[in-house]
Every structure is written in C-alpha cells, then in structure tokens.
C-alpha cells in the first residue's frame, strides 16, 4: 500500500510535468505567432520593394514624362461644320489632333508660280493654329489653290487659303471655302501699334469669334486691322513677290463688300508644308 509521502511526490512530479508541459505549448505558440508575424513582414517588405521598383523603373519615369509632355501640349477644340454648312466649297481632311505641341519653331513654306513665300511660326503663340495647318499641309490641302484677294487700298493684304479657288478664272464663291472644322483665334495683337505691320501673315475669319478656318492673309504694308485675327507668324522671304502682286493691282471684284478684288497678277499656290525650323 502507498505511503502517503509517495503519494505526495507523485502529485508534485505531476504538477511539475503538467507546468513543464503547459511552458513548452506556450514556448511553441509563440514560435508560431512570431514566425507568421515575421513571414508577413517579410511579405510586406517584398511587395513594397516590388512596389517602389516598379514604381523607378515605370511609374517614376513615366510621370516625369507625362509632366514634360503636359507641360509642352496644349488641347485644341476644333468645332466641325454642321452638315448644312457644309457646302461644295468646304473640302473635309479630318480633323487634327486634339493634343498639340505649344514648343518649338516651324517653318512654312508656301511654294507658288512667282516663287517661294516663307515664315517663322512660333508654337509656342499659335500651337493650335500651327497645329491645324501642319496637319491640313500634310493633306496637301492647300496645293493648286490661287490667292484669290488682293486689297491695294487701307488694309494692303494678300488673302489666300480658299481650297476651292482653284483652275482658271474666278467664280463668285471664291472666298468662301475652307476646312469641315473652325477654331478659336490665338495671339491677338491687341496691346501692339500697327496691330499688323508690314511683313506679318495671319488668319481671316468672318468676323465672328472662333470662326478661324485655313485662309489666310499676308500683310505687305502697316495695316489698320482691328486685332481680332490670329497673327500666325512672320515673313522671313519673298515679301518681294507680294509687293510684285500688289503692284500689278486688283480687279474690284470686292470692292462692294470686303474691300479689293481678285489679284490681276496670279499667285498659285502649288505646295505648302510646315517643317521644324
């Protein structure tokens, strides 16, 4: 029979072994948490790293480029013609991009029978103008087409521009084409006295504003103009040619309403392009 000595150091070796026990499962599941905590970690570090990586080598440089590139673009709103606007003299290219460069110098060349017409385009005063005619030049919108306004008198332009001016003689719509898209005018000369001295080519419109389309004026003497047309850019050569034209007079064909007539000396436009100066 068991003495009760035995008896208690039985109990206390089984308290002993349960505490132990007890300590050792305590011991493990804190390995276990430490380890699941510590494989989160480690998880979250390699998706951050991953992140940040990723972030350098796309996001980072990406960013930076949109930057530049928002910062050198500008939106342009081209307003297209209703359809009932849109009469025979209206020659439909497309449109240009909405997106346009408002950086760098252009320059155009206007190739016609008497010779070459250039002029600097500064982007950065005209990008949406200078953008809708690099894209009309890259239609070839503007070959075979006459300058079919002469105004010897006051304002001392030579307009050009009309898609449907062209083959012999003149008509009565000559004057009235243009792109199947208008847009707002830019650079106004407003704060400037001539607003549009001798050797400056801008655009004409009807009067009305955002009614800008692809004709065009060159001024080859100090005009009074009201500043409400675009001033595109500057004659760098051929103003010559202009001044030729203008000597040789107009015929009154519009004498009645906008002023002057057809040039009597005939100016071809046989090409157009817009290059990067």
Same mark, same amino acid.
């Given at each position: 029979?068991?003495?009760?000595?035995?008896?208690?150091?039985?109990?206390?070796?089984?308290?002993?072994?349960?505490?132990?026990?007890?300590?050792?499962?305590?011991?493990?599941?804190?390995?276990?948490?430490?380890?699941?905590?510590?494989?989160?970690?480690?998880?979250?570090? %390699?998706?951050?790293?991953?992140?940040?990586?990723?972030?350098?080598?796309?996001?980072?440089?990406?960013?930076?480029?949109?930057?530049?590139?928002?910062?050198?673009? %500008?939106?342009?709103?081209?307003?297209?013609?209703?359809?009932?606007?849109?009469?025979?003299?209206?020659?439909?290219?497309?449109?240009?991009?909405?997106?346009?460069s408002k950086a760098g110098v252009q320059t155009m060349t206007i190739t016609t029978n008497l010779g070459p017409i250039t002029a600097r385009i500064d982007r950065s005063a005209v990008p949406c103008t200078a953008g809708s005619f690099t894209h009309l030049a890259e239609q070839n919108f503007?070959?075979?087409?006459?300058?079919?306004?002469?105004?010897?008198?006051?304002?001392?332009?030579?307009?050009?521009?009309?898609?449907?001016?062209?083959?012999?003689?003149?008509?009565?719509?000559?004057?009235?084409?243009?792109?199947?898209?208008?847009?707002?005018?830019?650079?106004?000369?407003?704060?400037?006295?001539?607003?549009?001295?001798?050797?400056?080519?801008?655009?004409?419109?009807?009067?009305?504003?955002?009614?800008?389309?692809?004709?065009?004026?060159?001024?080859?003497?100090?005009? $009074?103009?009201?500043?409400?047309?675009?001033?595109?850019?500057?004659?760098?050569?051929?103003?010559?040619?202009?001044?030729? %034209?203008?000597?040789?007079?107009?015929?009154?064909?519009?004498?009645?309403?906008?002023?002057?007539?057809? $040039?009597?000396?005939? %100016?071809?436009?046989?090409?157009?392009?817009?290059?990067?100066?």
């Amino acid at each position: 029979m068991t003495s009760t000595r035995e008896r208690q150091r039985a109990a206390a070796r089984a308290r002993l072994e349960k505490e132990m026990a007890e300590r050792a499962a305590r011991a493990r599941k804190r390995r276990q948490t430490q380890a699941v905590v510590g494989a989160g970690v480690v998880l979250l570090l %390699v998706v951050a790293g991953t992140a940040w990586l990723a972030s350098n080598m796309l996001g980072d440089d990406s960013g930076t480029d949109n930057a530049a590139q928002d910062a050198n673009t %500008v939106q342009c709103d081209w307003v297209e013609l209703p359809e009932g606007e849109r009469t025979p003299q209206v020659k439909d290219v497309g449109l240009p991009d909405t997106q346009q460069s408002k950086a760098g110098v252009q320059t155009m060349t206007i190739t016609t029978n008497l010779g070459p017409i250039t002029a600097r385009i500064d982007r950065s005063a005209v990008p949406c103008t200078a953008g809708s005619f690099t894209h009309l030049a890259e239609q070839n919108f503007f070959d075979n087409t006459k300058c079919h306004r002469l105004v010897t008198e006051g304002i001392k332009v030579l307009q050009c521009g009309d898609p449907s001016a062209t083959g012999e003689g003149w008509r009565e719509t000559d004057g009235t084409g243009g792109p199947s898209y208008r847009m707002a005018e830019e650079n106004l000369p407003a704060d400037k006295r001539p607003p549009y001295p001798e050797g400056v080519i801008a655009m004409a419109n009807s009067g009305q504003p955002s009614s800008s389309g692809s004709q065009f004026f060159i001024v080859y003497g100090d005009s $009074p103009l009201d500043p409400n047309y675009t001033v595109l850019g500057t004659i760098t050569s051929g103003m010559d040619i202009v001044k030729d %034209v203008a000597a040789a007079g107009d015929d009154g064909a519009f004498a009645q309403q906008a002023g002057g007539g057809h $040039p009597k000396k005939e %100016v071809v436009i046989t090409d157009l392009t817009m290059t990067e100066a």
